[in-house]
């Protein structure tokens, strides 16, 4: 099955790394998206997966005024947000979404060639989050669980975040480089 002109690659990638409109106000870096990275995958599959702050909080993510607080402060608040038991329960199901379209791949033979999340978000970041006000290392909430659920399943796939200020091109060059 499959064997036609595809790649049978994919990669999954940061709602926002995408899609810069969906973002909280006052964060966006471009008018639209990284273009470098949809440059550099260009002849890969590139799943865009749910904005989880969009889903669960809205566009404005609960504060018309976001604009006016330190991206941090904002991306701290938002984290508090997304902790309450509605969000948390979307939260869930929306990682439940990603990990059975990466199990639906696999299945059919498909190369997972990573995750690219959002480094300082509250919930796609991967090296890095925002949290207390400040950015700290660790998981984003979504990739978190995204990443816990891939353990249950025993599935390890590469992850990489990446943000406006990162040498995006050779950021991509050394992750694609590198032996998993």
Known sequence: MFNDGRSKKVIFIAHCLLNQ???SDGTAVYPA???DVI???LNIG???MPCPEFCCLGLDRGNIHGVDSPVVVENTRIRSAMKSDNSN???????DYVVQQIIEYKKYGFEIIGI???NRSPNCGVETTSDNNAEVNGMGLF???????????KISIPMIGIKGTDNIQEKLQQFMATEW
Do not use: P
């Not at 329960?89 to 990682?95: I, Q």
């Open 33 to 35: 998206a990284f273009r």
């Open 21 to 23: 409109n969906s973002i």
């Open 143 to 153: 990739v978190e669980r995204i990443s816990y659920q891939l353990l249950q399943e």
């Open 89 to 95: 329960e979307k939260l869930t199901r929306l990682a």
């Open 39 to 41: 440059d550099f995958f």
């Open 46 to 48: 590139i799943i865009q």
């Open 116 to 118: 690219i999340g959002a």
